[in-house]
């Protein structure tokens, strides 16, 4: 994600989860198994994640995704089922 003006270097976990379309405790859940890498700041430790962190996580899991799609092709499946 490129920062351009206007644009927070470091975002709130509750912008994470909009970004992703997900709740704000599957966020925190990503942030504590390490899936995405976030800094804890101030006193009440609260989370920020870098913009070019999550632009990161995401190009992960599409290349994890496409790894996986690779190595379990849908049309073999498909046609194993018109096999049965």
């Known amino acids: 994600m490129p ?3 206007g644009q927070p270097r470091f975002l709130q976990l509750a912008d994470v989860a909009e970004i992703l379309n ?3 405790a599957q966020a925190y859940a990503l942030v504590r198994r390490g ?6 700041i101030g006193g009440r430790g609260a989370w920020r ?3 070019s962190e999550l632009e990161a996580y995401i190009q992960r899991l599409y290349s994890e995704t496409r790894e996986f799609i690779d190595a ?3 049309g073999e499946l498909a ?6």
């Open 79 to 84: 046609e194993d089922l018109a096999d049965e």
């Open 3 to 5: 920062l351009g003006p």
């Open 49 to 51: 994640v870098e913009a």
């Open 22 to 24: 997900i709740s704000s």
């Open 72 to 74: 379990h092709p849908f």
């Open 35 to 40: 899936d995405l890498t976030a800094i804890k």
